[in-house]
């Protein structure tokens, strides 16, 4: 039976592989995994000196569910002439440190001896490159993400200052002109000569004047997305069950036709909010559920227990967000209407913020649009009370 080191040293070009290698060179035994040589390389990664790793099998040098795998490398050795392994596997060293290693099995023949020459190099610091590479892309992603962040809220700032100031200006100036044009409707009103069609005409322009003032209000909250709030004990329920008469006229889906409002109103405890603000919020998403579904369908608006507060969920039945409408749909001055200015949803998530709560869209299971709002049992303390 040839030596070991016959095989591998009988040519001068494979003994100067063998013992100039940077990579760690063991001749073993497949039946039993003893080592039967071991080039320098060899000793100087493992810490073993040579006469030490020819007493010892290769899973001596292998660490936890990599003595498997190696054995099964070098059971391959019957049946195959070569294996190449890019799994990595743990190696110890002497002093117990473990480095990061690749395997190679070839097959050594010769008469009718049968080895295994397991190449094992070290990757430790290519292995710990690749981790801190890895960390510095994720540093870098997290930076120019924080940066995008920052000039988005930046620009959206500058957007609400500049419309505040053009908003506040002109609700100044409209409720100036609609004053008089209520005060002398109502006092046409009260003239007991007043013919019935002009009656009805002059009652036509009280309520479209009242509700251009009203308009002008919400212009004035969508100004100013710090308004006072009014914190006070709030029924969720009994302020839901208002929302099918105060949104008749905002319930209308694109076409024109009207699309109904059902409640499903589960028990849940008052909580501590400013229901005219919630009111408006509310109001706003029925309108935009509406114009979202089809005539004749319905918007559902749920009321339900949460983790530590209540949730309301608006779900409409038409034909969802894109995920970049939902991306951006909450910024500022951002809309898919051809007639809207896109602040109602980014008003309510600030209100919503000040009060404690949140507002959250995606995509209903059903279909369609789920805006999901959240309001703690009591408003945080940063809430203005009155």
């Known amino acids: 039976m040839p030596h070991s080191s016959d095989i591998v040293h009988s040519s001068d070009f494979g003994r100067a592989v063998f013992e100039e290698s940077n990579d760690a060179i063991l001749i073993v035994r497949p039946s039993d995994l003893r080592i039967l040589d071991?080039?320098?390389?060899?000793?100087?990664?493992?810490g073993w000196e040579r006469?030490?790793?020819?007493?010892?099998?290769?899973?001596?040098?292998?660490?936890?569910?990599?003595?498997?795998?190696?054995?099964?490398?070098?059971?391959?050795?019957?049946?195959?002439?070569?294996?190449?392994?890019?799994?990595?596997?743990?190696m110890r060293r002497r002093d117990l440190a473990d480095l990061a290693v690749n395997v190679t099995v070839s097959r050594l023949h010769q008469d009718d001896v049968i080895l295994a020459l397991v190449v094992i190099r070290d990757v430790t610091d290519r292995k710990r490159l690749e981790t801190e590479l890895q960390a510095a892309h994720a540093e870098v992603r997290q930076a120019l993400e924080k940066l995008e962040q920052s000039q988005a809220q930046i620009i959206a700032n500058?957007?609400?200052?500049?419309?505040?100031?053009?908003?506040?200006?002109?609700?100044?100036?409209?409720?100036?002109?609609?004053?008089?044009?209520?005060?002398?409707?109502?006092?046409?009103?009260?003239?007991?000569?007043?013919p019935d069609e002009a009656r009805e005409w002059t009652a036509m322009i009280v309520a479209a004047a009242r509700?251009?003032?009203?308009?002008?209000?919400?212009?004035?909250?969508?100004?100013?997305?710090?308004?006072?709030?009014?914190?006070?004990?709030?029924?969720?329920?009994?302020?839901?069950?208002?929302?099918?008469?105060l949104t008749i006229g905002q319930r209308v889906a694109a076409d024109g036709g009207i699309v109904e409002l059902d409640l499903q109103l589960g028990d849940v405890p008052a909580v501590k909010t400013d229901a005219a603000e919630l009111r408006r919020i509310l109001i706003n998403l029925i309108a935009n559920a509406a114009e979202a579904s089809p005539t004749?369908?319905?918007?559902?608006?749920?009321?339900?227990?949460?983790?530590?507060g209540v949730q309301i969920e608006v779900i409409d039945q038409g034909n969802g967000m894109s995920d970049e409408v939902l991306a951006k749909c909450r910024e500022p001055f951002y809309t898919t209407k051809e007639r809207g200015i896109g602040l109602g949803l980014s008003i309510s998530t600030q209100i919503l913020a000040g009060l404690g709560g949140q507002l959250e869209l995606e995509r209903s299971p059903q279909r369609g649009t789920m805006v999901r709002v959240y309001l703690p049992l009591a408003a945080i303390d940063s809430t203005t009370s009155e």
């Not at 190696?70 to 190449?84: D, G, N």
């Open 296 to 308: 004749a369908s319905r918007v559902l608006m749920t009321l339900q227990p949460a983790t530590d």
């Open 158 to 194: 500058a957007k609400m200052r500049l419309f505040a100031q053009i908003a506040g200006g002109m609700a100044h100036d409209l409720n100036n002109i609609l004053t008089p044009v209520v005060s002398f409707s109502d006092l046409l009103q009260r003239r007991n000569d007043l």
């Open 38 to 46: 071991a080039n320098p390389t060899a000793s100087r990664i493992t």
């Open 211 to 245: 509700d251009a003032k009203i308009l002008i209000q919400r212009i004035r909250a969508m100004a100013d997305p710090h308004p006072r709030l009014k914190v006070e004990s709030v029924d969720l329920a009994g302020l839901l069950l208002q929302m099918p008469g």
């Open 51 to 90: 006469r030490h790793l020819l007493e010892m099998t290769i899973d001596h040098l292998l660490v936890g569910r990599d003595l498997d795998s190696v054995q099964r490398l070098a059971e391959t050795c019957r049946i195959t002439s070569f294996f190449h392994s890019d799994e990595q596997y743990t």
